[in-house]
């Protein structure tokens, strides 16, 4: 059977293809969804926190390979082990498990309910890999080059966004942590009103490679696409990175949340409670804002004046502005990074 895949499920595959979500190397199968969603367990003792599945319509129970193909390229064969489903109900409650709300216009539990019901448990064969298919960073790339340098200690960084100038103060929080520091922006977004990936790709490699031009500070990309899914999908991204040769990993105030379905800091909790699975160590703060009295960026207190009087920097703050044709100060990012902005730097 032919199946012509989606960029999201392109980019599934490519991650387990090269061990992103190792040691995840397969669609999953009924077993392991149930198990990752109610005890963040691929197996025992095997932690995992996000099922990652296949869900493709019109796939009889008889199918045994898929034979893949992305804009008439062919991609690989999945070898299918078992179809299954899940009931209506079973559904919703593994939707409410893993986003950890019962709100139906969860953009996360929306999509899952929106990706189907026919489940494919495969492994995947005969993989051609096409260069200029997809934007993608191998870890097996990434790995080679720190072991040949010698870095023993990188922290990766983690963003949805261009770069303002709260994160600025994150970078040189996580290098004065571990003196090297892995940029790597998610791509992938798909609701209105964020950034396109080619906008976020653009802004955060013009950042490394022109206004830090430090030999310690590197990019790279995660191609999926963000789930929404707060604490649980932040322990995943700190995998993620941990495959990417990272040894820590910078977990901010809502990291992976959306709107206000995650309690503040929450994402930290959870992930540093769990630092012994991840395998990685976790480095949080309080998140980062701007001084009133002397613009500077600080956590806890500032450092120039000891104020406590400040304002927020966030995406969504400049994203608001860039929308409704208001300048951006430089206050909150750097000209050189506004400048690249504009009106068709957002999904609409």
């Not at 998610?186 to 609701?191: D, E, P, T, V």
């Not at 941990?242 to 929450?266: E, M, P, Q, W």
Request: glycine fraction near 4%; charged fraction near 25%; aromatic fraction near 12%.
């Amino acid at each position: 059977m032919k199946v012509d895949i989606d960029k999201y499920i392109l980019s599934e595959i490519y991650n387990l293809k090269f061990k992103v979500y190792y040691p995840l190397f397969k669609f999953v199968s009924k077993k392991e969804f149930l198990s990752i969603t109610k005890k963040m367990e691929l197996d025992k003792n095997v932690f995992f926190p996000i099922p990652i599945y296949l869900s493709l319509p019109n796939i009889k129970k008889s199918t045994k390979i898929i034979k893949i193909y992305y804009k008439k390229k062919y991609i690989c064969n999945l070898i299918v082990e078992k179809i299954y489903k899940f009931s209506k109900p079973t559904k919703l409650k593994l939707g409410e498990k893993l986003f950890s709300t019962k709100d139906l216009n969860h953009p996360g539990f929306k999509k899952f309910l929106e990706d189907g019901n026919n489940f494919i448990d495969c492994k995947i064969n005969n993989f051609k890999f096409h260069k200029n298919l997809i934007n993608f960073y191998k870890p097996s790339n990434i790995k080679q080059y720190l072991k040949k340098n010698k870095i023993t200690s990188l922290v990766g960084f983690h963003t949805r966004n261009v770069p303002h100038r709260s994160h600025e103060w994150i970078h040189r929080y996580g290098i004065s942590c571990c003196k090297n520091l892995l940029i790597q922006p998610l791509i992938g977004q798909y609701r209105k009103g964020e950034y396109k990936e080619d906008i976020i790709i653009k802004s955060n490699k013009y950042l490394v490679n022109n206004i830090y031009k430090n030999n310690n500070v590197f990019f790279s990309i995660f191609n999926s696409f963000p789930r929404y899914a707060g604490p649980r999908e932040a322990c995943f991204h700190a995998i993620v990175r941990k495959n990417y040769g990272c040894t820590h990993f910078l977990i901010g105030r809502d990291h992976a949340g959306v709107s206000n379905y995650y309690n503040k800091y929450s994402s930290q909790k959870l992930s540093k409670s769990l630092e012994s699975k991840l395998g990685i160590k976790i480095i949080t703060f309080k998140e980062p804002v701007m001084c009133t009295n002397c613009n500077n960026i600080f956590s806890n207190k500032c450092n120039k004046c000891n104020s406590t009087k400040n304002i927020k920097i966030s995406g969504s703050i400049i994203r608001t502005k860039i929308i409704n044709n208001e300048k951006i100060s430089s206050k909150l990012m750097r000209k050189s990074l506004s400048k690249l902005l504009n009106k068709d730097s957002i999904i609409n």
